[in-house]
């Protein structure tokens, strides 16, 4: 088969053939038809995550059933599906408590050395790790399920968003993005989006953004109160991953509103309140974190996504042959028309 390797720090990726995947007895091969470049291929590309070379990178894949193992039972050759490349152990004291999104010792495939990921025309994943897909989603809206869209309801869910909320999201990028999407799914929600990049928010204001805000030309904070009447908004999600707007997320909210921050920041984190009496402690906020999923929540997305509930028609920024996964990955490093995802396929 094709793949595209990581063989050399600093070098493009190499379009050599490999041996295809050996399935193991509960393990299912995919035979891709579109998979997905996430900004968090970008650590690996730099070596801010150290991998062993040569590796084969990718993690958000779709396409149809190639091979199943001798124990697989509820897949077929031929089948559509799309995977979840995180990996659990069920066996740590977080799996065994209902608790795998934080599991101790999971691996993500095409992530973490040592794994084969979708870079590739062929893709293996454990039964466990793959759905059936309907006819009625394409593929490559299917790859933006498996990653941002899932890590981004996830979050939402744990806000606890509730009829007639408002929610103010900072970011218009993949997660703040689909964390808007998932949070119009709630009866009446009204979204607000803030972002620097006025192209997310016109993306966003196209998806159904109630408001969106560009803090370079006005106080994000002043305006969500003014929106709300002086009130602040019920749920704030944080999806940049940078000190300032963490904390203008947890200034957003109401009193006894929610923050969940879903950002990945790299550099120190400081909570810093002018009062913090006032704007913090007597106001009882809950703040959480989320940067992952869950397999159960995946046939509800699916659902969620085939009935139009979720609307991923805007998420496709831009697709590219699997050949070509070099252009892709610079549109993706130097954020080039601030594409949402960009897709390779394999047709």
């Given at each position: 088969?094709?793949?595209?390797l990581?063989?050399?720090l600093?070098?493009?990726?190499?379009?050599?053939?490999v041996?295809?995947?050996?399935?193991?007895?509960?393990?299912?091969?995919?035979?891709?038809?579109?998979?997905?470049?996430?900004?968090?291929?970008?650590?690996?590309?730099?070596?801010?995550?150290?991998?062993?070379?040569?590796?084969i990178?990718?993690?958000?894949?779709?396409?149809?059933?190639?091979?199943?193992?001798?124990?697989?039972k509820?897949?077929?050759?031929?089948?559509?599906?799309?995977?979840?490349?995180?990996?659990?152990?069920n066996?740590?004291?977080?799996?065994?408590?209902d608790?795998?999104?934080?599991?101790?010792?999971?691996?993500?495939?095409?992530?973490?050395?040592?794994?084969?990921?979708?870079?590739?025309e062929?893709?293996k994943?454990?039964?466990e790790?793959?759905?059936?897909?309907?006819?009625?989603?394409?593929?490559?809206?299917?790859?933006?399920?498996?990653?941002?869209?899932?890590?981004a309801?996830?979050?939402?869910?744990?806000a606890?968003?509730?009829?007639?909320d408002?929610?103010?999201?900072?970011?218009?990028?993949?997660?703040g993005?689909?964390g808007?999407?998932?949070?119009?799914v709630?009866e009446?929600?009204?979204?607000?989006?803030?972002?620097?990049?006025?192209?997310?928010?016109?993306?966003?204001?196209?998806?159904?953004?109630?408001?969106?805000?560009?803090?370079?030309?006005?106080?994000p904070?002043?305006?969500v109160?003014?929106?709300?009447?002086?009130?602040?908004?019920?749920?704030?999600?944080?999806?940049?991953?940078?000190?300032?707007?963490?904390?203008?997320a947890?200034l957003?909210?109401?009193k006894?509103?929610?923050?969940?921050?879903?950002?990945?920041p790299?550099e120190?984190?400081?909570?810093?309140?002018?009062?913090y009496?006032?704007?913090?402690?007597?106001?009882?906020?809950?703040?959480?974190?989320?940067?992952?999923?869950?397999?159960?929540?995946?046939?509800?997305?699916?659902?969620?996504?085939?009935?139009?509930?979720?609307?991923?028609?805007?998420?496709?920024?831009?697709?590219?042959?699997?050949?070509?996964?070099?252009?892709?990955?610079?549109?993706?490093?130097?954020?080039?028309?601030?594409?949402i995802?960009?897709?390779?396929?394999?047709?």
């Amino acid at each position: 088969m094709k793949a595209a390797l990581f063989k050399e720090l600093g070098k493009p990726l190499v379009i050599e053939e490999v041996p295809r995947p050996e399935v193991k007895e509960k393990e299912v091969l995919m035979k891709v038809k579109a998979s997905a470049i996430c900004v968090s291929d970008m650590y690996s590309i730099k070596g801010e995550r150290p991998l062993q070379l040569p590796h084969i990178m990718g993690h958000e894949a779709a396409g149809v059933v190639a091979e199943v193992g001798s124990n697989v039972k509820k897949f077929k050759p031929g089948d559509r599906i799309l995977g979840n490349a995180i990996i659990t152990c069920n066996e740590c004291y977080y799996c065994k408590n209902d608790l795998e999104q934080v599991c101790e010792n999971h691996r993500i495939i095409g992530t973490d050395s040592g794994t084969q990921g979708a870079f590739a025309e062929y893709y293996k994943l454990p039964e466990e790790n793959m759905y059936l897909l309907p006819d009625e989603i394409p593929f490559d809206q299917a790859t933006v399920i498996t990653s941002p869209l899932a890590s981004a309801y996830h979050g939402i869910r744990i806000a606890d968003i509730q009829k007639e909320d408002t929610v103010v999201v900072y970011g218009g990028g993949a997660i703040g993005y689909h964390g808007m999407l998932a949070a119009m799914v709630y009866e009446s929600v009204r979204v607000f989006v803030i972002d620097t990049a006025d192209e997310k928010l016109e993306l966003a204001k196209k998806a159904g953004a109630a408001e969106v805000i560009n803090p370079l030309k006005e106080d994000p904070i002043k305006i969500v109160y003014e929106l709300t009447h002086g009130k602040g908004a019920e749920v704030a999600i944080e999806a940049v991953g940078v000190n300032k707007t963490i904390n203008q997320a947890i200034l957003s909210v109401r009193k006894a509103g929610r923050v969940v921050l879903m950002g990945a920041p790299w550099e120190k984190v400081c909570l810093e309140f002018e009062n913090y009496r006032k704007d913090f402690l007597f106001k009882e906020i809950k703040i959480s974190s989320s940067i992952t999923n869950r397999k159960d929540e995946m046939p509800q997305l699916i659902e969620l996504v085939r009935t139009k509930k979720i609307d991923l028609s805007r998420s496709v920024s831009l697709r590219l042959h699997f050949e070509k996964v070099n252009e892709g990955l610079e549109i993706v490093k130097n954020n080039v028309g601030n594409p949402i995802r960009v897709i390779l396929d394999f047709n």
